[in-house]
């Protein structure tokens, strides 16, 4: 994490963006956040993958996607 003292908006930027992009799937999904964050993490631990990034790598080279 970054030091909340050296880059405090950069911080609170980038948690409300992530915030934001789970409000965003759950309205789409018709779900609640917890659920998406849930299934989300499911989706990473199959895959063996860190985040959504490599997550998405590995789906590609598996042909999931």
């Known amino acids: 994490k970054p030091n909340k003292q ?3 908006k950069t911080y609170l930027n980038r948690k409300t ?3 934001n992009k ?3 799937m759950s309205l789409l ?3 609640q956040e917890n659920t998406v ?3 989300k ?3 990473f631990d199959k895959l ?3 985040n959504i990034t490599e997550a998405v790598g ?3 080279n598996l042909r999931l996607i």
């Open 17 to 19: 963006i992530i915030n």
């Open 41 to 43: 993490q499911k989706i």
């Open 48 to 50: 063996h993958a860190e």
């Open 22 to 24: 789970l409000m965003s």
């Open 6 to 8: 050296v880059f405090p």
């Open 29 to 31: 999904l018709h779900k």
């Open 37 to 39: 964050k849930f299934h």
């Open 58 to 60: 590995i789906a590609a």
